[in-house]
């Protein structure tokens, strides 16, 4: 085999494991500002555990808001919440808030919520060069079907297991009919599970979903280094997504839960975040059948072997098996304290 085919299969691969490896490092902070009575907000924000101690960022607020007390800090496993009162002599409607570092920002997105006491919700996730955040002085329903939707593409894109497990569906459905059927029964059964988890349906436990969302990473990694087209996996694929699709609706459902959705707009916020979430699907597969393209095409005009998508795909299985089975173990150690 080339030795330029061997680094190009590597190229490709890398992309796949410098995913797994950083992209839950990227989980984006949140912010959740709550009207407990006139114009006294109580705020509550989440940092992961990734940023050093001393690089914690804080909201910021107009100068008007005075600080009942000093932030209240505590360390909960993947993330260190803070927790601050403020009142403010102008309120927030159509006023600016924010999200300030004591050095710089280490490129993570902010999810603000802010809840006024009449019902009245807004949501924006501001991007790692955006530090403020006008709150609208009226409520604006278009709004929520754009944030939303934007919060679905950003889940899923910092989401590395449930990249990997689509990434790892390209491999096994190996034909573009097969996988527009695999991906579709993979997104129809998340939605129905997201939706029934968020109204309240069906509650899982999210410490066990997310080490058996792990798991179902493992499993696909493994289909694909056994290389058996006779297994179930191979010969239907759609049965595969839907059943782990299913589990990964709870998944999403955690997320969603922790940022909340606006009673007023429910069936519009729950709708444009699954929208998010399957373009940010279809995005990244197409990144990666266009990656896969141009690898392919470098190889052949070095004249090397033919890049076969088997080999790669079993190149990548063990890459992505081997950083999914460290998330599984870590996540059932995270069961106990």
Excluded at 190 to 209: E, F, I, K, Q, Y
Aim: glycine share 8%; proline share 7%; net charge neutral.
């Amino acid at each position: 085999m080339s030795a330029r085919y061997i680094v190009a299969v590597a190229g490709m691969v890398g992309v796949l494991g410098s995913l797994a490896v950083e992209a839950h490092d990227a989980r984006p902070n949140t912010v959740l500002v709550t009207e407990t009575s006139a114009n006294t907000y109580t705020v509550t924000w989440k940092v992961p555990t990734a940023l050093p101690a001393d690089a914690l960022p804080t909201p910021t607020f107009p100068a008007d808001c005075e600080a009942l007390r000093p932030p209240a800090w505590r360390a909960s496993g993947s993330a260190y919440t803070g927790e601050q009162t403020f009142r403010c002599a102008e309120g927030l409607a159509g006023r600016t808030v924010g999200i300030g570092y004591p050095t710089i920002n280490p490129s993570l997105r902010t999810i603000y919520k802010v809840e006024f006491a009449t019902g009245e919700e807004h949501l924006r996730i501001l991007g790692p060069a955006e530090y403020e955040w006008t709150i609208p002085a009226t409520p604006e329903p278009f709004a929520v079907a754009v944030e939303y939707t934007q919060h679905g593409v950003v889940h899923i894109w910092i989401g590395a297991d449930h990249l990997l497990f689509v990434a790892c569906l390209l491999f096994i459905a190996r034909t573009p009919r097969r996988l527009l059927l695999t991906i579709t029964g993979f997104t129809l059964a998340h939605s129905v599970t997201l939706a029934l988890s968020v109204l309240d349906v069906v509650r899982l436990p999210t410490p066990p979903v997310e080490a058996v969302i792990a798991l179902s990473v493992v499993f696909l990694a493994v289909e694909i280094a056994r290389g058996d087209l006779r297994s179930l996996t191979h010969r239907m694929p759609l049965v595969v997504s839907v059943a782990f699709g299913l589990l990964h609706g709870f998944g999403f459902a955690t997320v969603l839960r922790e940022v909340g959705l606006p009673q007023s707009d429910l069936p519009i916020a729950l709708l444009f975040f699954n929208i998010g979430v399957e373009v940010g699907q279809l995005l990244f597969v197409a990144a990666l059948f266009v990656g896969y393209r141009v690898l392919r095409l470098v190889v052949q005009r070095w004249n090397a072997q033919a890049m076969a998508w088997e080999r790669l795909g079993l190149a990548s299985s063990y890459v992505v098996g081997a950083v999914a089975s460290h998330w599984v173990i870590d996540r059932v150690i995270g069961f106990w304290p």
